[in-house]
């Protein structure tokens, strides 16, 4: 069975500092993977993506991420937090075609709270 | 302009009650979704059409009755609402392989049963 993983329920940071938000899945071969930011009331917006090509993805603000099939992990960085990156972050993976799955599977979230 | 809306934003009901969730996109998408974000912050995929066309129907109540009248709206109608349907209801819409190009979603309905 496939799955997505985000070990981190809750994370803290100061602003200024950089950030590291963990994403693991489960699948027989390569997903596509994207990272999602929810901010209080509002939908989902979409950071990131990758599904081929170089590893290290770059998104908006400021975000990036890198693949590592070893791992298979999809880790979202920024360098420097702003107090405005408080938010729900979601990773989420799509399958392959020969999964019959058209739709993404979603991580539980990672919340991050920024403090002055 | 909004990309993906819905409406409306909150609904507060009464338990038994019936009501309907609108979305409309406008970014000439094939692919229209309905997801639930529980408490948790979970989210779950509902349904989703292609084209007017139901291409995934998860295990819902049958309550739950999506409607796609054309490839721009997707409605999401529910029936006799009980509690445990309070949740944030969110539109969804994706080129034709979402899970290659990801969707994008609209502000979400929050929904609250009483």
């Known amino acids: 069975a496939q799955s997505v993983t985000q070990p981190d329920i809750h994370i803290t940071v100061s602003e200024g500092a950089s950030l590291e938000l963990r994403c693991n899945y489960s699948y027989g071969a390569t997903p596509y993977l994207f990272w999602y930011v929810q901010s209080p009331g509002q939908g989902l917006q979409l950071l990131l993506k990758y599904f081929s090509g170089d590893t290290l993805v770059q998104g908006i603000k400021g975000f990036e991420a890198e693949f590592k099939r070893s791992q298979s992990s999809f880790n979202l960085r920024k360098p420097s937090v702003h107090w405005s990156d408080a938010a729900e972050y979601f990773c989420a993976v799509g399958l392959g075609p020969q999964t019959g799955a058209n739709n993404l599977f979603f991580g539980t979230g990672t919340r991050l709270t920024v403090i002055p | 302009d909004t990309a993906v809306s819905q409406t409306p934003k909150y609904l507060v009901t009464q338990m038994g009650n019936d009501k309907s969730i609108k979305c409309e996109q406008n970014l000439g998408h094939d692919t229209m979704y309905w997801y639930k974000q529980d408490s948790k912050k979970f989210l779950k995929i509902m349904f989703s059409y292609n084209n007017k066309e139901l291409i995934i129907n998860e295990t819902v109540p049958n309550r739950f009755s999506p409607k796609s009248p054309d490839k721009a709206h997707l409605n999401l109608h529910i029936n006799s609402l009980e509690l445990g349907d309070s949740a944030v209801y969110f539109c969804?819409?994706?080129?034709?392989?979402?899970?290659?190009?990801?969707?994008?979603f609209g502000s979400g309905t929050r929904l609250t049963v009483v």
């Open positions: 969804a819409s994706s080129q034709e392989i979402g899970r290659r190009y990801g969707y994008t």
